[in-house]
């Protein structure tokens, strides 16, 4: 009896866990470039008892464990908006922004101009190219970003092109080992190193939304809190069914 109150405790903290993590893909489904989490659960077997007084070995039982969650890194869709300024990268590259904190990555494209000049993350942040963060002159129109990343312009009535950087784009052997930081930036747990990356192409004028299936997350929300709603019935069940056999080994006759 105690094992099934144990074992159902066990997937009532799992259902939590997982709760936390589609609630969070759910509130960031608008959010250009967030990618999903996704949760990561193994069944976990008590060993088996190992008194002398027992004439069999105990049966092994089976305990829900949260073992992990990781990133899906899988592509979002991109939208058209014809804004020069806005990027996405078809491939598997991040954005280099400099923060207070150090270097972060992002797959936000939702770029622009601040007051000085420089481009920036809609968190304002500094966009950084192989040469450092990329800065226009005051004169400067008609942004270009080539797919390679090259970013050039047309500097006052001159019709040539000026080149004013070129967005750096790295990638991570091991992208699973980065971590959220929050403002849709990535910092790299340990191991992750970044590396420059040839392959990932510029799209300018796209952002890449979010990879987040509302459809899917909402059915598993659902499911969650059905299958929670279950095993609360369940235990409750047990909990009577303990507190009836209780009462009634109290009204045995001495």
């Given amino acids: 009896m105690q094992n099934t109150l144990l074992v159902g405790l066990s997937k009532q903290m799992v259902l939590e866990r ?19 989490d996704r949760s990561l659960f193994q069944e976990y077997l008590s060993s088996n008892a190992h008194e002398d007084n027992f004439a069999s070995s105990d049966r092994r039982v089976s305990f829900v464990q949260d073992r992990a969650t990781f990133h899906d ?4 869709p991109t939208e058209e908006t014809k804004n020069p300024l806005d990027v996405a990268i078809d491939g598997n590259a991040f ?76 990638s991570f052997a091991q992208a699973q080992r980065l971590l959220k930081e929050g403002s849709n930036l990535y910092v790299p747990g340990e191991g992750a190193q970044p590396l420059p990356d040839t392959k990932a192409q510029i799209r300018q004028g796209f952002i890449e939304k979010s990879n987040v299936n509302s459809v899917v997350e909402m059915s598993r929300m659902i499911e969650i809190t059905r299958t929670y709603t279950q095993i609360a019935s369940l235990l409750q069940q047990q909990s009577d069914l303990h507190k009836s056999a209780i009462e009634k080994l109290a009204d045995v006759p001495n």
């Fill in 95 to 170: 954005l280099v922004v400099q923060t207070p904190g150090g270097e972060r990555y992002t797959r936000d494209g939702n770029l622009a101009i601040n007051n000085r000049g420089q481009l920036v993350t809609a968190s304002g942040y500094q966009v950084l190219g192989t040469a450092g963060p990329i800065t226009f002159q005051q004169t400067d129109h008609d942004v270009n970003i080539a797919p390679d990343g090259n970013v050039s312009v047309l500097e006052g009535t001159s019709r040539l092109d000026s080149i004013r950087g070129k967005l750096r784009l790295v």
């Fill in 73 to 76: 890194f899988s592509q979002g």
């Fill in 18 to 36: 997982q709760m936390d993590v589609v609630s969070n893909n759910i509130a960031n489904m608008n959010t250009n470039g967030y990618k999903a």
